[in-house]
């Protein structure tokens, strides 16, 4: 589970945004948006990068996933 969406609204940032900067499409941004995929972990840094936080930042706790 991840944070993005949470990030993302935040800053005030657009999926289509984010999708532009990754180079990946909008509905693979989405996806992981939506928790529906997990990007892979070199995936998850570039976000990061970009969205300028921790990785850890955009990560949920197992203890609080439900």
């Known amino acids: 589970m991840n944070r993005i969406k949470e990030v993302l609204d935040g800053k005030g940032i ?3 945004w984010l999708a532009d900067k990754l180079g990946k499409s909008y509905n693979m941004v989405n996806s992981y948006v939506q928790n529906r995929q997990q990007p892979r972990l070199e ?7 970009i969205l300028e936080v921790e990785v ?3 990560l949920i706790e197992k203890k609080d996933v439900k």
């Open 14 to 16: 657009k999926q289509t």
């Open 43 to 49: 995936v998850l840094y570039q976000i990061a990068e």
């Open 56 to 58: 850890k930042d955009l």
